[in-house]
């Protein structure tokens, strides 16, 4: 997908498309952290800190009731 930027008073915007946002699981108030490679913008939805921990909790419960299967899927 190509993209060009729009002018929005003295500034430049990109439109995301409902689309990308709906798979960012973002809307209009989601804030993004912004950086770049030196060569790419990158945009990353910021998530919650408790939201990041319950998830990474997830994560380590499942490995660990899981830990067996996922060695045998490993093979």
Do not use: V
Not at 8 to 21: F, K, M, T
Not at 40 to 59: H, N
């Amino acid at each position: 997908m190509t993209k060009s930027l729009t002018k929005h008073g003295n500034s430049l915007a990109l439109i995301i498309e409902r689309p990308i946002l709906d798979l960012l699981g973002a809307d209009a108030d989601t804030q993004f952290e912004i950086f770049t490679d030196g060569d790419a913008l990158i945009l990353k939805p910021r998530r919650s800190r408790a939201r990041e921990k319950a998830f990474r909790t997830a994560i380590e419960k499942i490995g660990t009731r899981y830990k067996k299967t996922f060695r045998e899927l490993a093979k």
